[in-house]
């Protein structure tokens, strides 16, 4: 008999062995028990999620002679004939391969004929975004009106490009990617059933490699059989079947990364090459590892959410604290760029290397991050110079931003020339009960700060409180990045809520980002008239 590969042989024959997609599932089976079966149907997801596998299902049970609980037996003449593919009734088509109008023509043709067995004629249209527009056109009043034995099934992962005209005509179903746990579930009923012995540390390695598709982790699973074959699989194994590297290896090039250390950086990928390791799939795995270090700054994790070893985690944890959360936010971003370049790249040791230098050397580049990651080294500098620990030589006299260490705000001192009189800071005049809560949040703000999670105490880190007669407690930013993230996460909220709970009332809340010399404002208490006991705004 010939050799089936794993994705095939193990492909879902009833609705109930399909995994991850409860919903989908669930609708169909209660169309096929009520009788309330649509003409048109689109299956919309990533690659490997059980698009085609439904629709063929979907197409036997809709034929079937003894239907069970809304899926097909698998067992009467129609669903053997349906499932060695000699049936007339039930008509895949490759819309990538057959895209044209005439194409289209002759489905509209074929559907004046009705099943010469079974209920109905099933067309199953995949990757249906891939037809020309003229043949969409053509589809589309076959669509709206067809007969009633006619059921078309279209399937794609580019729903984008669809036409409206199609989406209205159509039920909709959208796969969504499989979970971490469904996948390991899934490989490991098939290791069982094939008799191979597999570490759980490999298994939950190609499952995350798969990436949510249950087809690409049963083709990482048959690669990892086949190379080495009779063999109990190992973690070691499955990285050296996929060319992929070990958590060690990422942790000592970050720990390089956080020393600036850029001939050692080098030397790792040197080494990595050396290994014949992929370096495209480095670059992904490296991404994946620093998204591990950013949880980790956020949340506590378990190994198991992260997928690591206990002594993996250990190391992680010690990077955690060394990174801040800007640089790695910096650091996942530079990888991500690296990541749609180095695929189709002639010299990706080239790319990785430069992109590795970008990653130590902040001045380089000009955002956010980067501008905050130079001050930090730069202030470290300085409490060196402080103690003794390097030359004064040794620290820059200036910013990049062109203003001197001692005088921040950019005014020239008395020995540069004569000295600007200094501005006069804006005040904002509030009522005296509203002052008084003003000074009690500014008093406790970095203790409130300090009990909150990390991810929030990074975003509001730097702020400053101030207040408005309008708007109530206003939160100033200095970061962009942080005050957009802020933003967009509503926080404002959450601090009304934090607030209500820490002091039993009730504030209003608004978020402001300070231009690059603007000076926050000062809050004064409004001004009493004499013999007036009320508060006045001018």
């Known amino acids: 008999m010939a050799y089936t590969a794993f994705y095939r042989k193990w492909r879902p024959a009833r609705f109930e062995d399909m995994r991850g997609q409860e919903t989908v599932v669930r609708t169909l089976k209660n169309q096929l028990n009520s009788g309330r079966i649509g003409h048109a149907y689109l299956f919309a997801g990533t690659r490997g999620t059980g698009k085609t596998t439904a629709a063929k299902i979907f197409a036997r049970a809709v034929n079937c002679e003894h239907p069970v609980d809304g899926s097909p037996c698998n067992e009467c003449a129609v669903c053997r004939s349906i499932l060695s593919g000699t049936s007339v009734n039930v008509v895949e088509i490759d819309a990538a391969s057959n895209n044209g109008v005439d194409n289209i023509r002759e489905i509209r043709e074929e559907v004046r004929y009705k099943p010469t067995e079974g209920k109905y004629r099933v067309y199953i249209i995949d990757e249906v ?32 490009r669809i036409p409206i005209t199609v989406l209205s005509r159509c039920q909709r179903y959208d796969f969504k990617r499989l979970s971490l746990e469904t996948l390991k579930n899934q490989l490991r009923d098939i290791l069982r059933e094939e008799g191979i012995e597999a570490d759980e540390s490999a298994v939950g390695f190609i499952a995350r490699q798969a990436d949510g598709s249950s087809r690409d ?42 020393h600036r250390d850029i ?62 959360y800007h640089q790695v936010m910096r650091y996942i971003r530079i990888l991500s760029e690296l990541s749609n370049r180095i695929r189709f790249s002639g010299s990706k040791r080239v790319l990785l290397e430069l992109a590795l230098i970008r990653m130590m050397q902040p001045a380089m580049e000009e955002d956010g991050e980067s501008l905050r990651e130079r001050v930090q080294i730069l202030e470290e500098r300085l409490s060196q110079i402080a103690a003794g620990g390097l030359p004064a030589a040794a620290a820059p006299a200036r910013i990049s931003s062109g203003r001197s260490l001692g005088s921040p705000s950019g005014e020239q001192g008395s020995a540069g020339g004569p000295e600007t009189p200094p501005r006069k800071r804006q005040q904002v005049e509030v009522s005296e009960a509203a002052y008084e809560d003003y000074e ?21 880190a730097d702020t400053e409180l101030s207040m408005d007669s309008d708007e109530g407690i206003r939160i100033l930013f200095r970061n962009e990045f942080n005050y957009n993230a802020a933003v967009s996460s509503r926080r404002d909220r959450e601090l009304c809520d934090i607030l209500r709970e820490e002091y039993g009332k009730e504030f209003r809340v608004s978020m402001k980002l300070l231009k690059e010399a603007e000076e926050a404002p000062q809050v004064v208490p409004g001004r009493r008239i004499p013999g007036i006991e009320m508060d006045i705004e001018e």
């Not at 949040?441 to 990074?458: K, V």
Request: aromatic share 8%; net charge negative; glycine share 6%.
């Open 217 to 258: 982790a049963l083709s990482i699973l048959e690669q990892c059989v086949s190379f080495y074959y009779g063999e109990k699989l190992t973690y070691d194994k499955v990285l050296d079947a996929l060319g992929a590297s070990d958590q060690t290896v990422f942790s000592e090039l970050v720990r390089r990364i956080i």
């Open 440 to 460: 009690m949040l500014r008093d406790s703000w970095a203790g409130l700060l300090e009990r909150q999670g990390r991810l929030f105490r990074a975003l509001l």
């Open 263 to 324: 001939a050692g950086a080098v030397a790792v990928v040197d080494d990595l090459l050396s290994a014949g390791r992929d370096l495209s799939q480095f670059v992904l795995d490296l991404t994946w590892y620093l998204r591990n270090i950013l949880l980790l700054q956020t949340e506590d994790p378990s190994e198991d959410t992260l997928g690591v070893s206990r002594e993996n985690l250990l190391m992680m944890r010690e990077e955690a604290e060394d990174l801040d």
């Open 129 to 160: 975004h891939m037809l020309s527009a003229g043949a969409f056109n053509a589809l589309l009043k076959t669509l709206e009106e067809p007969p009633e034995y006619v059921i078309f099934i279209l399937a794609t992962t580019e729903i984008h």
